[in-house]
């Protein structure tokens, strides 16, 4: 069984730049969520997707964003990106209440 | 008063000693309870997920919850260098948001 994938590994924007970041569950999961793990700061929650509607977000200003499709994959958009954006993006699916499998991530660098 | 404590490390053991990690919440509503590992530049891995308080034991790993007390633990026996890693303890409610609530994590070096 494929596990969660995310692409791309690492991504270097300027500031001010859109970002977009990808991820796709593990066949038949219909939840994905996004965190954020910043150095020193540990993982944030960012948002959570079931369905294909936003169902939770985390402390984080509108300009993250993101959406699920129907083939429950989604997508990570951040905008007018800053420095302190710079971090590691996770994505991580699950069916039941059973713990979270997260993928690799993806290191995001804002200079 | 952060939701989940964990002391950061970092931890340095010789092979074979008893690891004990350690976390406290303050959300009496958190009801699932999981430890993570993450080892550098990968995603965090599930290795323990329990719901009730008592222990829960897989192979050299337990897992201890103290709802009474808002103290979670992991104990890893006979500790081996490939347990070099950051773990994480995670907490979760059921119902609405669905959001796993994150320990900054304790670095764990074990030394051959």
């Known amino acids: 069984e494929a596990g969660v994938t995310q692409s791309p590994t690492h991504l270097i924007k300027t500031r001010g730049q859109q970002a977009t970041l990808r991820c796709s569950p593990i066949s038949g999961h219909t939840s994905v969520y996004w965190y954020q793990q910043a150095l020193g700061l540990g993982l944030q929650f960012l948002l959570w997707?079931?369905?294909?509607?936003?169902?939770n977000r985390g402390n984080f200003p509108p300009r993250f964003s993101g959406r699920q499709f129907p083939n429950y994959s989604s997508e990570l958009n951040v905008n007018a990106l800053e420095l302190e954006d710079s971090a590691l993006y996770l994505c991580?699916?699950?069916?039941?209440?059973?713990?979270?499998?997260f993928g690799s991530g993806t290191r995001l660098t804002v200079v | 008063q952060k939701e989940v404590e964990q002391d950061p490390g970092p931890l340095s053991v010789p092979e074979g000693a008893i690891v004990s990690l350690n976390c406290t919440y303050s959300n009496s509503a958190f009801q699932y309870f999981m430890w993570y590992r993450q080892y550098s530049r990968k995603g965090p891995e599930l290795l323990m997920y329990?719901?009730?308080?008592g222990n829960k034991e897989d192979g050299r790993f337990t897992a201890q919850v103290d709802k009474s007390s808002k103290y979670i633990s992991l104990f890893i026996r006979d500790s081996q260098p490939s347990d070099s890693a950051t773990y994480l303890c995670a907490t979760l409610t059921q119902g609405g948001s669905e959001k796993l609530v994150f320990g900054k994590g304790t670095k764990l070096t074990v030394n051959p």
């Open positions: 997707y079931d369905e294909g509607e936003e169902r």
């Open positions: 329990t719901y009730s308080s």
């Open positions: 991580a699916s699950s069916l039941y209440i059973s713990g979270y499998t």
